[in-house]
Every structure is written in structure tokens, then in C-alpha cells.
């Protein structure tokens, strides 16, 4: 059964870049057409999808925030990632990453809670 | 951009009641529209996709319908295990892009 692990830092500073890795278990992350997305969730509010990666490579960022994200995959380690960087308080948010077979996200991790705070 | 909106935001209902979720996308998804359950503390759940089709594992008496822009989720028989949030989500294959509703809590 496929299983999703969110780790990293549950606290970051202001201006500085958040880093979380998905560990993924359970299946390879080269399976052919499995992508592989992060969402995050302030506290009390909705959904928000931050972007996609395909095992070679290839990244879809929300335009929203494209100008601040990195998505990168490491196939060696079955492993994906995660940088967002100048984060503000807006930022904080539970972070999920998951499973995207043919654009629906059938597969999520229990969620990581990074909170923006000096 | 595409704007999902839920309707109502919170729904107020009793154990084996009958209940209609709505979902509208401010322009055609056709059946590219998917629904998850997300319960305090845990992460969302997949219960339809494709506009219809459900997930594995999810109870019949969860059932999807819709098209275009207009898209419902229904619950047949509530059972106490369904009291949760519910979002509707669009997505696009070109670009890649995922818009989801602001939810809509049903409460007993």
C-alpha cells in the first residue's frame, strides 16, 4: 500500500525558505504516469494546491505562487521536495503531499504543520 | 482562473438524512471535477472523480453528478462517520493546474 511521509522544520522565519521532503513508500515515484503534488492548508481555511513533479522532472506550479517555489524529485531516494522561499505568516499552513494519478490525488500524507514566526 | 464555489458552506443535518452538496465552476470543467472528505486533524480523503466515478473503497451512498459547471455530491443515508468537510476540486491537464471550493462543513 502506497505511503506518504511529509517531514522538515515545523517552524520557519520570516523571509527565510521553507524545505519539506515527501517520502514515499510503498510504490517507486517512477512509476509511469504517478505524479506527485504538494497542498497546504492555513489553520480553519481551505485547499490549496502549490504544484506537481513528474519523476523526470518536469514541474506545474500554482502561478500564484510560482515565482517563489521549487518542486524537485530524487528518484534514488524515492523521494520528492519541497523549497518556498521568502515566507511570510501567510505561509503557515499544514503541508500535505500526495499522489496525483491522473489528476486526482487518491494518496496523502498525514500532513506536516510549519508555522512563519521569529 | 477557475473559481470553484460550494454551496452551503455549512449544512446542518441529522443522521440518515438524505443530503446534496453543490459545487459551481465559474466556467466549464466538463468532468474534470473531483471531491474529498477531510475529517478534523487528517488529511482529505478522495471520494469521486471524474465528475462520478468513486474511489476505492467509498461507500455507495456516496454518489457524484454533474457536468460542465454545475456538479453535486450526494449522501444518501448519512451516517454519523460522514460528519466532516467536504471539497469539490477542478483540475486542468494543460496547463496543470488544481483549483479547489472553500468547502462545505456538514454538521449534526
Known amino acids: 500500500q502506497l505511503q506518504l511521509q511529509e517531514s522538515g522544520p515545523g517552524l520557519v522565519k520570516p523571509s527565510e525558505t521553507l524545505s519539506l521532503t515527501c517520502s514515499v513508500s510503498g510504490g517507486s515515484i517512477r512509476t509511469s504516469g504517478h505524479y506527485w503534488g504538494w497542498i497546504r492548508q492555513p489553520p480553519g481555511k481551505g485547499l490549496e494546491w502549490i504544484g506537481t513533479i513528474y519523476y523526470n522532472g518536469n514541474t506545474y506550479y500554482n502561478p500564484s505562487l510560482k515565482s517563489r517555489v521549487i518542486i524537485s524529485v530524487d528518484t534514488s531516494t524515492n523521494q520528492f521536495s519541497l523549497k518556498l522561499t521568502s515566507v511570510t505568516a501567510a505561509d503557515t499552513a499544514v503541508y500535505y503531499c500526495a499522489r496525483d494519478l491522473l489528476r486526482r490525488l487518491d494518496s496523502w500524507g498525514q500532513g506536516t504543520p510549519v508555522t512563519v514566526s521569529s | 482562473e477557475i473559481v470553484m464555489t460550494q454551496s452551503p458552506a455549512t449544512l446542518s443535518v441529522s443522521p440518515g438524512e438524505r443530503v446534496t452538496l453543490s459545487c459551481g465552476a465559474s466556467?466549464?470543467?466538463?468532468?474534470?471535477l473531483a471531491w474529498y472528505q477531510q475529517k478534523p486533524g487528517q488529511a482529505p480523503r478522495l471520494l469521486i472523480y471524474g465528475a462520478s466515478a468513486r474511489a476505492t473503497g467509498v461507500p455507495a451512498r456516496f454518489s457524484g453528478s454533474g457536468s460542465g459547471t454545475e456538479f453535486t455530491l450526494t449522501i444518501s443515508s448519512l451516517q454519523s462517520e460522514d460528519f466532516a468537510i467536504y471539497y469539490c476540486q477542478q483540475y486542468n491537464d494543460w496547463p496543470l493546474m488544481f483549483t479547489f471550493g472553500q468547502g462545505t462543513k456538514l454538521e449534526i
Open positions: 466556467q466549464s470543467v466538463s468532468s474534470s
